[in-house]
């Protein structure tokens, strides 16, 4: 079965520029500790798949690399890779696409990375674990990285405010939600 988004993603991240603005990135030692995993770090103009590549997020750090990657950046949702596509990045194509639908001739990508996505994407994946070399596996969990990223009570709003399952309520419902989180945090 083809791989749908769901309308309250759909509808979720549509304000695909908020949520770039407030979401923060990754740490550079879990990026180069994930490429070292993949065997891409250090290989130069290696083809990565960003797959659920969002607005870019990851992307723009593969793409800021010495090793100048060829970035294929796979996104269904329109918003996200529009938002993706105006960071006109170095050496990424960005296409429409998903775990069940990437348009990417088998065995043509040195790796494939996935930062965050839907598991029923992943779950749908035409991809076998007994194909890939290196053999696939999951690093979360594998290694740990303490990062901290400060945010003012506003900010912490307006990332809030970007997740999908809270994007999706209406203007009234999140306007009472947002006086109730404020005054939590002032009366602390």
């Known amino acids: 079965m083809p791989f749908q988004l769901s309308s309250a993603a759909d509808k979720g991240?549509?304000?695909?520029?908020?949520?770039?603005?407030?979401?923060?990135?990754?740490?550079l030692a879990?990026?180069?500790?994930?490429?070292?995993?993949?065997?891409?770090k250090d290989l130069?103009?290696?083809?990565?798949?960003?797959?659920g590549a969002g607005t870019g997020k990851?992307?723009?750090?593969?793409?800021?690399?010495?090793?100048e990657y060829e970035i294929i950046a796979v996104e269904p949702h329109g918003e996200m890779r529009k938002e993706?596509?105006?960071?006109?990045?170095?050496?990424?194509?960005?296409?429409?696409?998903?775990?069940?639908?990437m348009p990417v001739e088998s065995q043509s990508v040195d790796a494939v990375v996935v930062a965050q996505v839907f598991?029923?994407?992943?779950?749908?994946?035409?991809?076998?674990?007994?194909?890939?070399?290196?053999?696939?596996?999951?690093?979360?969990?594998?290694?740990?990285?303490?990062f901290t990223y400060w945010?003012?009570?506003?900010?912490?709003?307006?990332?809030?405010?970007s997740l999908s399952q809270i994007a999706v309520l209406e203007d009234e419902e999140l306007a009472v939600r947002q006086d109730v989180g404020l005054a939590q945090e002032t009366s602390s």
């Open 84 to 101: 993706c596509e105006g960071k006109r990045l170095r050496g990424v194509t960005i296409l429409q696409g998903d775990a069940t639908s």
């Open 58 to 67: 990851l992307t723009e750090m593969l793409a800021r690399r010495d090793e």
């Open 30 to 40: 879990a990026v180069d500790d994930l490429l070292a995993k993949l065997q891409v």
């Open 119 to 146: 598991d029923k994407q992943i779950s749908s994946s035409p991809f076998t674990i007994q194909a890939a070399d290196p053999l696939f596996s999951l690093p979360l969990g594998e290694h740990s990285i303490e």
């Open 44 to 51: 130069k103009e290696a083809r990565i798949v960003d797959l």
């Open 13 to 27: 991240f549509a304000k695909a520029s908020s949520y770039d603005a407030h979401r923060p990135s990754y740490p």
């Open 151 to 161: 945010l003012s009570p506003q900010a912490i709003w307006e990332r809030f405010h």
